[in-house]
């Protein structure tokens, strides 16, 4: 009898988190933690966003200060042009750049 008084209670304790999951409270009651999490992104997520950035930039720059481009050696498995591309002169990839990004001739002449 003890057996099935239990099995009863923890039915009917299963039934009313079943019930809690299906209908949950007023949503009145999440404003603390509405305003938690607002507090959060605007004062520590943006911030760290913010400064990823900076340290992104400083990184980069320091970077470039010191660059030095390599030689060019005209490796006949590289930079094979077997149809010309669809925009510009058909020979810069879209995302070409001069200072880094060598043609097949090899790097374009620009003004540092």
């Known amino acids: 009898m003890a057996a099935f008084t239990n099995f009863v209670r923890n039915f009917h304790k299963s039934s009313v988190r079943l019930n809690t999951v ?3 409270p007023n949503p ?3 404003k603390g933690a509405v305003k938690t999490w607002q507090n959060l992104t605007l004062f ?3 911030p760290a966003i913010g400064l990823a ?3 992104a930039y400083l990184g980069e720059k320091e970077h470039l200060d010191h660059f030095h481009r ?3 050696i005209p490796y006949e498995h590289l930079r094979i042009r077997k149809k010309k591309f669809p ?3 058909g020979n810069h990839t879209l995302f070409h ?3 880094f990004n060598a043609l097949p001739e090899g790097y374009e002449d620009i003004d540092e």
Do not use: S
């Open 44 to 46: 520590v997520a943006l």
């Open 53 to 55: 950035m900076v340290n």
């Open 87 to 89: 925009w510009g002169d």
């Open 28 to 30: 009145k009651d999440y």
């Open 97 to 99: 750049n001069p200072k």
């Open 70 to 72: 390599p030689e060019f």
């Open 22 to 24: 299906l209908h949950p």
